[in-house]
């Protein structure tokens, strides 16, 4: 336990590739403060990726407060601490490493900070056995166990603030909402009318292809790409820079470039679409809390090691659906061995119809998801059992 004082959170987040990795983090930091009343502080060491999720971020700050959290710049692994300065509760996401002056003062708070890895997501099955398990540290007494978030009971669920659904039911009970909202991004009414597509994706995806597919198409298709998303692709397509407002019409589809919007309105985005290609984690994971089909396009791994993950997602996930799983295979260049291979026409035509089958799956899966908590509170639950326990103290 702790006490019935206000609890305090270290996040480490280190951002890779731009910025990978602090999208999670800032959401995770977010609903911890303003759900349980945590006193987080997020050490992030790139603001500026930072910046582009939360306009709000001051880039030349040490340290700032930003929706109630404190922010401090991850700068280096320097830095002398005492326990006055230690978090009750320190999280390392995805295994980086924690400026050794901090660890060193950690072991000397009496008692000592819960501390955990908390993992990227995967589908795989040894998550479950892995999940909660305690590793010590090689010289301080310390313990720090693996935390991961997951698709089953036996894991730590999927991020999801309390208020989503209400939020989601509410603004998709208006249509009037809707239709505002996708005009404030600048849709024209047919393409309000049209099949609504976002696009989020790695650079690598075969987007081109799909494109192609989409111009003939048996109805019209208005794809939805932020800014700085597959951005070669789209301004071949559209002829012109791919630029916020840039748009433009071949056959059954247009494309158009949408600015890049802070989170929430993201999400307001992928509720507002038939269908969302996702990437990632966080935008992966609000795409199955929008109840949407959703096409997945996993950060890729040395040695194919995505591939892996992605079918083990898949296993989970596409069930009977053979059209989504042949899309997704073909969309992440994982070997397929089915007859459409990767022929974006006739893997559209067999996703198109199976649409409504998908739409229904969605929405079931996401019931399901409910039934596993919410990764924050799972989160909590567990380190104030470990205060609690012996061998927490
Ligand atoms: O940033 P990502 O590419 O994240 C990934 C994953 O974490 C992956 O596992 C990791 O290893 C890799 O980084 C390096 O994609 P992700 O997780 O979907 O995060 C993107 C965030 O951007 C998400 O919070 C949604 C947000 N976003 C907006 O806020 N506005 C937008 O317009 C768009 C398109 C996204």
Known sequence: MFNDRVITLALFCKVVDNYGDIGICWRLARQLQQEHGIAVTLWVDDLASFQRICPDVILQADQQQVAGVTVRHWRDQDGVFTPADIADIVIEFFAVDIPPGYIAAMAECAPRPVWFNLEGLTAEEWVEGCHTLPSSHPRLPLTKHFFFPGFTA???GLLREAALDAQRLHFQSEPASVT???A???????EIAATKVSLFCYPHAPVAALFEAWQQAAAPIACLVPEGVASEAVQAFLGAPAVAGAAQTRGALTVRVLPFVAQPDYDKLLWAC???????EDSFVRAQWAGKPFVWHIYPQDDNLHHKKLRAFLGRYAGALDALNAA????NDAPVGSAAGSDWTALWTAFAADMPAMTEWAVDWRRQMHDNGDLSSNLLQFASSLRSSPGGK
């Open 184 to 190: 404030q991004l600048g849709l024209a009414p047919a």
């Open 180 to 182: 505002a909202f996708l």
């Open 274 to 280: 038939d269908l969302n290609f996702v990437r990632g």
């Open 328 to 331: 997704a295979l073909a969309w």
């Open 154 to 156: 036996k894991t730590g």
